[in-house]
Every structure is written in structure tokens, then in C-alpha cells.
């Protein structure tokens, strides 16, 4: 034993020597994390900004940390154990991060995924994907949308922090560029010309790490060629970037299954293809209304949703709103919510209890809905408990309707004079507030045309009091300016109005739910309506959309012995009193409107570009693997006929592919004993195929015919065991063996 070795300085010493031979820890994942990040930016044109984007930041950044920080904690395990612990401490460190910014009260302690975790993550992922499908660049940044984004990204976090770590630049190139090209692909949106030289950026420094990590290259000579070869993409794709036949606007309509409460409805009824976004099962031979929330504040150009608190599903939906002398009929409705995205669920109103439900959805009591800040409406199966309140005719004239309710800190509405003085004068023969507001719903009804392309034609696609001044001119529109102009008008009158956005009842079909009838319900029977609160009766509603639904009407108590709403054309139903009732969506409901907004390059966002590109995308890396494995079983079965020759070419295919060094000048004695003492091959079966091949090359009658494929596939195993990991996934996705020349060896293997 040396001195040096004595005192306990060669160990240091060749530990100082490994750690310049060997490549920083911390490179791979710096590089991988801000490749991610790359990938990402893309994103931020085509959904809209949210929490989103920090919570894929989050997990970029939590990737890249734990994979430096494993690598050098196991710095001396072997290479598998250190890359199969960072893998799965990545894993587990990202999904604690996910569910503590989406779902931490599914939680165990907020940290730790339960099933019910698990469940949220599902039926948050079938809301993505609906988005995707159905939904418009920009996309609304809904929950859903988060947990996607988060786990995509920490997977190509992950996939880029292992690609570095194994100096494999050219997939981790490739990677970035595909994920990072979906947005303007699945849009056809411009392309990005600042982040395309961001991109030829990124792929010079991964090139350049990846060289320097090759102890055998120079360190001059490595760092050239990855310049250059960057130097080269940044031209390339700001010469071809701009040449790329993708000019269409990152704006269109969708399939209206994403539901805000900024009565934007128009895109929503505009969109071609009509889809089920819900269905609903009833015993009653009419299905209601169903609303997902209410608007009450105008503030001069929008209807804002309701400021009002919400509370746990125990506490109930609160006190009624009407009298006991009220007539009223309990109803219960089943909902299956399908492709509909919102934060809030449909409900039939007045409801009075909800099962079915996760803890996530709140109760609004002020106008019985329900609402989740992290939960999404689709994939939500419940059941719902509503009354039917039935005033008769007498006791809803006899009743007055409420004032409206003055905000003082609210600045003053100045509404256009048309408005109220159009009101005063369509209401002037009418001796009671409901009889008021029965004459405005029928000179609605009567004296206006539905059309969904006339508010866009006209400039007045909107329910601010300019297009509600607008709209009483033309005297055309959608629900959305009916609902509007008669809430500004009823508010003129002196009555507390709002307007409710929800769906139209639906379409009654050939199923049924043991003895309840099932409606579907389609995205553009998206719908909204006006109420008016009448004190000791509740919020009334009321249809002025002209050729939709059928128009509120109570019946006097001497008919009906009891109060209810007619539908007095569609033939006898059992009508839902209080509410406004459909037999189902007339023509002009379904009219899509073709390209209303006048823009022809509108699109849609569609998941079959990204499949297809993807699918490319594999093939091509794939395809070398393939064909060598195609190769590679031919010879074997030739091989297994006794054909030396055969086995023999696939021996030397295979040191090629592990880039070990091959001399067609060596005879089959040569090679074999410089891979038995060099590789650790078993000197027995080498021994078999070199025997093989000299009987093969010296026999009169060509000699063998014994199987090789034992010898050889033993050969060829210890082969790979000789190489590291790295040079084992080379050359099987890139077996460069497929376009080299056969050599010295071929007289023999002709």
C-alpha cells in the first residue's frame, strides 16, 4: 500500500479526479427545467390567464430541484438505482404539489392523495378535454385546465430531466419543439417566430451540454459543433417560421359547453355543431328550466353576477319565498351533467335539497343554486329536490312586485330615454304590475324576430343599455337582448328584476330511468331569462324570447281550482307553474348562425392534429428500432437454420449499434478472443460461432448446420451487459448499424 494510500489521500484524490471527468449535476436539470418552460410558453396564447401557469411552474421547478438533488445524494449508487429513485421521488414530489394547489381539502393533512383525490383528478381531466374538444382559443383557465396543464408538464419535465441526464439531446430537442408546437398547430394560429430563435437557442445549449458531457470529445471541438449546429437551427427557422402556411386568428367560436356568467352567449348559440351537454330524468310530463346562476347588478354596459354568500349543502337552501297559501307540488329532478364545463350546476328552480354531491359544492341561498371555487360541473350526477309553486291568477294581480334594490355606493345608471318611455307605453293599458309585465313579454314575443346574426350584423351584440336601445330599433336578436332590454325596461317600472342564465328544458327521448322520463339537453339550448320578485310568491319568470319557449300565464283559481302556468301552444301539458315551459327548442334555436361574426378564418380547436402529429412524431423515432428489429429476427431465423453467416452479420450489426469499435480486417479468431477478454463473452458459445464461421468459409460443402441462435443470443447479451445504459438505448432507437457498409466481412456473408 502507498503512502498516499496509507493516509487517506488517494481515495481524495481519485475522487477529485472523477468529479472533473464527470459532467455537473446540476446541468441536466437546469436545462430540462427551463426546456419545459420553453415548451410552455406557446400555452399562454391559447388559454387564458390563471393559476395555471404558476402551478406548471411550480412543478417544473419541483422536477428540476429533486432531480439535481437526487443525483447528488446517490452520486455513488450505480447509475439504474440513482435514475429509477429520482424517477419515482419526481413523481411523488409532483403529485403532493398538484393536489395541494387543486384539491388539498380531498386531502389526507392537505398533502396526500385519497381516493377521492383521485376521483377529483378524473373528473377534472374529462372537463379538460371537453374544453379542448369543444371550447375556443383562448381557453377559460378552469380547474380542469390546471390539473392538465400541471401533470402535462411535469411529465415533459420529467421526460427532458432524464433525456439530459443521459446527454440524449436530440430527443430532448425534439420533445421541446413537438410540445411546444401544439398550440399553433391544433389552432393553426400564426407562428411564433421570437419563440422559434428561443427554440434554436435552447437546442444550441442542450447540444452544447450534451457534447461536453462525452469525455472523449475535445472540449474545444464539442463546443464548435453544437454552435454551429445552433447557429444553423436559429437560421432555419427564422428563414422558415414565417413561411409556414398558418395564418388563421388564435379567436373562434366553440361548442358552447363552457359556461361563464358574462351572458356572452352569442359564440356559444353560434357554434355548428350542436352537442348533449346534459340530460335530466323527471316523473313529470314537462321538464323545467334548469338555471346555473343569476345576474341583478347593471352597471350601464353588463349584467354582473349576483354578490352573495354561499354556505355548506347541510345548512339547506333557506326559508321559502312563498306563502302558505301558495299552492305548490314537490318535483324531483335527476341530472347528469356531460360536456358541460362551469362552476356552477343546473338546478331547477325554487330547489329545495340536493343529493349526489361531493362537499366541494356550496349553496347560494339567495337564488338557490350551487357553486364550487375547485370543482367542475361535468361528470357531476345528482339529484335535486324542487317545488313547483302554483299562485293562482288572482293572487299573483293582487300581489305587487318588488322594488329594486338601490345600491347606494353604486355609481348612477343613466339609461336611454327609449328604454322607460317605451316600457310606459307598451305597459299603459295594464292595471297591476303582473299584467305589466305579461304585456311587455307578449309585445316581445309578438313584435320581435329571433337571430343570432343581426346583433353581430348590426354592431349591438351585447346587453349594455346602448344595445338595449339598439335592439328596441331593430327588433331582432337572441335570448340574450330579450332578457336584457325587458329587465331594463321592467326596472324602469319600478320592479326588482334579474336574469337568470341557464338551459331550456330539452328534448324529451325514448329512455327512461325506471318510471322518470329522460331529456336531453344540447349546448345551444344555452338560454336566459328575465324574473321579477313578487313578495309571498318568490321570482317569477318570464319568456319574452320571441319564438322560444312558451310565455308565462296564470290560470284564475274558478278554472283550474288551484294556479298554474298555460302553454298555450304546445297541446295540454302539465305545466310547471311559475316558470316558463318548452316542448323542446324551436327552429331559430337552432340555427347556428353560420359565420356570423364575419371572420371566415374562425377555428375550432381539434385534438385529431395533435394526435396525428404525435403519432408522426412516433413513428419516426420509432421507425429505425423497427425496421432493426425486422432485420435482426430474419437473421435470427436464418441463424436458426444453421446459417454462420447470418449469425455473424448480426453480431457485428449489433457491436456497430453499441458503438463498440469493429475491424473488418480482424479474422473471426481475432474478434472472438478480443470480445471474450474485452467484453467478458463467453468464451464457449464465441467459440461456437467462430467455429461456425470457419467451417461455413473453408468447408468444401459449406459445413454447419447445427441452430446458432443459443451461442448468439448469449454473445449477444453479454454485449449490451458490457456497455452502460446509455449506449443500450442508442442503439436501439438509433441503430446506425442500418446504413453502414458490410465490409471485409462481406465475401463471407454474400
Not at 445549449?205 to 469525455?215: I, T, V
Not at 474545444?220 to 454552435?227: D, G, I, N, Q, Y
Not at 430474419?634 to 469493429?662: F, N
Request: net charge negative; aromatic share 6%; charged share 20%.
Amino acid at each position: 500500500m502507498s503512502r498516499a494510500e496509507r493516509s487517506g489521500k488517494a481515495p481524495l484524490l481519485t475522487w477529485h479526479r472523477d468529479r472533473e471527468q464527470r459532467p455537473s449535476r446540476l446541468a441536466p436539470s437546469a436545462l430540462a427545467g427551463a426546456a419545459a418552460l420553453v415548451a410552455l410558453w406557446p400555452y399562454t396564447s391559447v388559454i387564458a390567464p390563471g393559476t395555471w401557469s404558476f402551478a406548471v411552474l411550480v412543478v417544473v421547478v419541483l422536477v428540476a430541484a429533486t432531480g439535481t438533488g437526487m443525483r447528488v445524494l446517490l452520486a455513488r449508487r450505480p447509475a439504474w438505482v440513482t435514475d429509477v429513485a429520482t424517477l419515482a421521488t419526481q413523481v411523488a414530489v409532483v403529485l403532493v404539489a398538484i393536489t395541494m394547489l387543486v384539491a388539498a381539502d380531498t386531502a389526507y393533512l392537505g398533502l396526500i392523495p385519497s381516493q377521492t383525490t383521485f376521483a377529483t383528478f378524473g373528473t377534472l381531466a374529462g372537463t379538460a378535454w371537453e374544453e379542448v374538444v369543444y371550447g375556443a382559443a383562448p381557453i377559460d383557465a378552469t380547474p380542469g385546465i390546471r390539473v392538465v396543464m400541471a401533470f402535462g408538464f411535469a411529465a415533459v419535465a420529467i421526460l427532458l430531466d432524464h433525456l439530459l441526464a443521459v446527454r440524449n439531446a436530440v430527443l430532448a430537442s425534439i420533445l421541446t419543439a413537438v410540445v411546444g408546437a401544439v398550440p399553433m398547430i391544433v389552432t393553426l394560429g400564426d407562428a411564433n417566430v421570437v419563440w422559434f430563435v428561443l427554440l434554436g437557442i435552447l437546442v444550441l445549449l442542450l447540444f452544447r451540454q450534451s457534447a461536453n458531457r462525452d469525455p472523449q470529445s475535445p472540449r474545444r471541438t464539442s463546443t464548435v459543433v453544437a454552435a454551429g449546429v445552433g447557429a444553423v437551427a436559429i437560421a432555419a427557422t427564422v428563414i422558415v417560421a414565417p413561411a409556414l402556411p398558418v395564418s388563421a386568428t388564435l379567436s373562434g367560436t366553440g361548442a358552447g359547453v363552457i359556461v361563464d356568467a358574462s351572458l356572452r352567449l352569442g359564440d356559444d348559440l353560434r357554434q355548428p355543431n350542436p352537442v348533449e351537454v346534459l340530460t335530466l330524468a323527471t316523473k313529470s310530463d314537462t321538464a323545467p328550466y334548469l338555471r346555473l346562476t343569476t345576474l341583478s347588478r347593471f352597471n350601464g354596459r353588463v349584467w354582473l353576477p349576483d354578490e352573495s354568500e354561499s354556505r355548506a349543502q347541510s345548512e339547506g337552501f333557506g326559508p321559502a319565498e312563498w306563502g302558505e297559501e301558495v299552492a305548490t307540488t314537490d318535483v324531483t329532478t335527476s341530472i347528469r351533467v356531460l360536456r358541460m364545463s362551469s362552476a356552477w350546476l343546473p338546478v331547477p328552480y325554487p330547489a329545495t335539497g340536493v343529493e349526489g354531491l361531493a362537499g366541494a359544492w356550496k349553496i347560494v341561498p339567495e337564488n338557490r343554486t350551487l357553486t364550487s371555487r375547485t370543482s367542475d360541473a361535468i361528470g357531476n350526477d345528482y339529484t335535486v329536490a324542487s317545488e313547483r309553486v302554483t299562485p293562482t291568477l288572482e293572487q299573483i294581480r293582487a300581489a305587487s312586485a318588488a322594488e329594486p334594490v338601490v345600491d347606494p355606493d353604486a355609481p348612477p345608471v343613466e339609461l336611454p330615454e327609449v328604454i322607460g318611455a317605451t316600457a310606459v307605453e307598451v305597459t299603459a293599458d295594464a292595471t297591476n304590475d303582473y299584467d305589466r309585465l305579461v304585456a311587455l313579454q307578449s309585445w316581445f314575443r309578438t313584435k320581435f324576430t329571433y337571430s343570432l346574426e343581426t346583433p353581430v350584423e348590426e354592431g349591438f351584440d351585447g346587453t349594455g343599455a346602448q344595445a338595449v336601445e339598439r335592439f328596441l330599433e331593430v327588433r331582432s336578436g337572441y335570448c340574450v337582448h330579450f332578457a336584457g332590454a325587458f329587465a331594463l325596461m321592467a326596472e324602469t317600472l319600478g320592479m326588482d328584476v334579474r336574469i337568470v342564465v341557464g338551459y331550456l328544458p330539452g328534448v324529451r327521448t325514448e329512455e327512461k330511468r325506471g318510471a322518470e322520463k329522460v331529456y336531453s339537453v344540447t349546448s345551444d339550448q344555452l338560454h336566459s331569462w328575465p324574473e321579477v320578485l313578487f313578495p309571498g310568491i318568490g321570482w317569477v319568470p318570464f319568456e319574452p324570447t320571441a319564438s322560444l319557449g312558451v310565455p308565462t300565464a296564470f290560470s284564475p283559481a274558478t278554472t283550474t281550482g288551484g294556479g298554474g302556468t298555460t302553454a298555450p301552444s304546445t297541446p295540454a301539458p302539465t305545466a310547471t307553474p311559475g316558470a316558463p315551459q318548452t316542448s323542446g327548442p324551436q327552429a331559430e334555436q337552432n340555427d347556428p348562425g353560420g359565420n356570423a361574426g364575419g371572420v371566415d378564418t374562425l377555428r375550432r380547436l381539434d385534438p385529431t392534429p395533435v394526435a396525428l402529429v404525435a403519432g408522426g412524431v412516433l413513428l419516426v423515432l420509432v421507425l429505425p428500432a423497427l425496421v432493426r428489429a425486422g432485420v435482426r429476427s430474419a437473421r435470427r431465423s436464418r441463424a436458426r437454420r444453421g446459417d454462420a453467416g447470418a449469425a455473424w452479420e448480426e453480431l457485428r450489426a449489433t457491436m456497430i449499434d453499441l458503438q463498440l469499435p469493429v475491424s473488418d480486417a480482424d479474422s473471426p479468431r481475432r474478434r472472438g478472443a478480443a470480445l471474450v477478454a474485452e467484453r467478458g463473452v463467453d468464451a464457449e458459445a464465441m467459440r461456437t460461432l467462430t467455429d461456425a464461421v470457419e467451417r461455413a468459409s473453408y468447408a468444401r460443402a459449406g459445413g454447419g448446420g447445427d441452430d446458432l441462435t443459443r451461442a448468439l443470443d448469449e454473445v449477444l447479451h453479454r454485449l449490451h451487459r458490457s456497455v452502460d445504459r446509455p449506449a443500450r438505448v442508442r442503439a436501439a432507437l438509433f441503430p446506425v448499424s442500418l446504413f453502414a457498409s458490410r465490409g471485409a466481412d462481406a465475401p463471407l456473408l454474400a
